[in-house]
T-cell receptor, first 112, second 114 residues
């Protein structure tokens, strides 16, 4: 069966520090991978998606970047965090076609 | 641009009552619609997936309907229990989008009172 792992679960980082959040998927090949951010009182905002290794599409201009070094690994990064980067970050996967999307357990990022 | 709206934003019901949660979307050209549950501080758990050709899906006490032409879906939870307290999110996948991206509503926050 397929599983998705996301870590860390919580993170407190000072402004200006770097960020690296990791997401891995097991039990499937060539998934579409997604990073979402959920801010209080707002819906889920799609940040990045990837349809294959090294292929990254950005949905909104921001202080973050994403990479996909392996088929089932998706990394969200920042060189210098801003206060506005605080939020709940969710990784998700799906495959092409009329299939379900599955989400990780999320990372609560607080930038102080 | 696809807009997804969920009404009501929050509701409280006594245990045993049926829950009715509404989701509307502006672009009816969808591949499918998915309902999720989110507990506080947790990720999203998939509840039901309705393909664009389907009218409803059922799983246990949950039933979701889809009226694509009017841009609406309803999630029914029968005989609610305190454990059903959570935020319920609906999301649609656009037929025009080849990358399987989802557009989400802001959720229905549900409290079931024992």
């Amino acid at each position: 069966s397929q599983t998705i792992h996301q870590w860390p679960a919580t993170l407190v980082q000072p402004v200006g520090s770097p960020l690296s959040l990791e997401c891995t998927v097991e039990g499937t090949s060539n998934p579409n991978l997604y990073w979402y951010r959920q801010a209080a009182g707002r819906g889920l905002q799609l940040l990045f998606y990837s349809v294959g290794i090294g292929q990254i599409s950005s949905e909104v201009p921001q202080n973050l970047s994403a990479s996909r070094p392996q088929d089932r690994q998706f990394i969200l990064s920042s060189k210098k965090l801003l206060l506005s980067d605080s939020g709940f970050y969710l990784c998700a996967w799906s495959v092409l076609g009329n299939t379900e999307a599955f989400f990780g357990q999320g990372t609560r990022l607080t930038v102080v | 641009k696809q807009e997804v709206t969920q009404i009501p934003a929050a509701l409280s019901v006594p245990e045993g009552e049926n829950l009715v949660l509404n989701c509307s979307f502006t672009d009816s050209a969808i591949y499918n619609l998915q309902w999720f549950r989110q507990d506080p501080g947790k990720g999203l758990t998939s509840l039901l997936l309705i393909q664009s050709s389907q009218r409803e899906q059922t799983s246990g006490r949950l039933n979701a309907s889809l009226d694509k032409s009017s841009g609406r879906s309803t999630l029914y939870i029968a005989a609610s229990q305190p454990g059903d307290s959570a935020t319920y999110l609906c999301a649609v996948r656009l037929r025009k989008d080849g990358n399987n991206r989802l557009a989400f509503g802001k959720g229905n926050q549900v409290v079931v009172i024992p």
